[in-house]
């Protein structure tokens, strides 16, 4: 009630009135004899977990088998040196002639951040960066190799143009 009266003494003399009557026939607590369902009420926090779980989670990246071969052979390497890495970081980053990049690094154990999506797939672990996940989803990863390359390639449905090198794309 006090919300109310401080809203029409500061509103301008020649709305209070049309304020006045539109807050009189709106009523924002619950009658006496109103009851919410029982489905509403619910709070438990098991229950909102329960419902949330049933829902297929789908990967922000698919990561090919010959992708995952080829990082497993990275990270087998980099572990003999430091073994505190847990996989591979993969973000993007303005560069190139179109405007953005993607960048892979190498994750370290227990420094991921708060945000960040983590897909595991073929026996790797494969971590995007929070601010990359916009530009990423859907995005197919690939080991490509043959007589003149051999390199990750990225299939992009979010990508609205590409260079000519296939470097760098814009969204």
Not at 116 to 127: L, R
Not at 155 to 166: L, V, Y
Request: glycine share 8%.
């Amino acid at each position: 009630k006090r919300v109310v009266e401080v809203v029409v003494r500061r509103a301008p003399a020649n709305m209070r009135r049309h304020i006045t009557r539109a807050l009189r026939s709106f009523s924002p607590l619950p009658r006496k004899n109103f009851a919410f369902p029982a489905a509403c009420v619910s709070t438990s926090s098991s229950s909102l977990e329960s419902r949330l779980s049933r829902i297929p989670k789908k990967d922000v990246i698919n990561v090919s088998e010959e992708a995952a071969q080829r990082i497993g052979q990275l990270l087998e390497k980099k572990k003999k040196a430091d073994p505190t890495i847990a996989g591979i970081r993969l973000g993007v980053r303005t560069r190139g002639c179109n405007g953005l990049s993607f960048v892979m690094d190498y994750q370290e154990d227990g420094k991921e951040g708060k945000f960040d999506e983590k897909v595991s797939a073929h026996g790797v672990d494969v971590y995007i960066d929070s601010k990359a996940v916009f530009y990423i989803v859907g995005t197919k990863m690939d080991w490509v190799e043959d007589d003149l390359r051999a390199e990750f390639t990225f299939e992009n449905p979010n990508a609205k143009g590409q260079c000519g090198c296939g470097e760098s794309f814009n969204v």
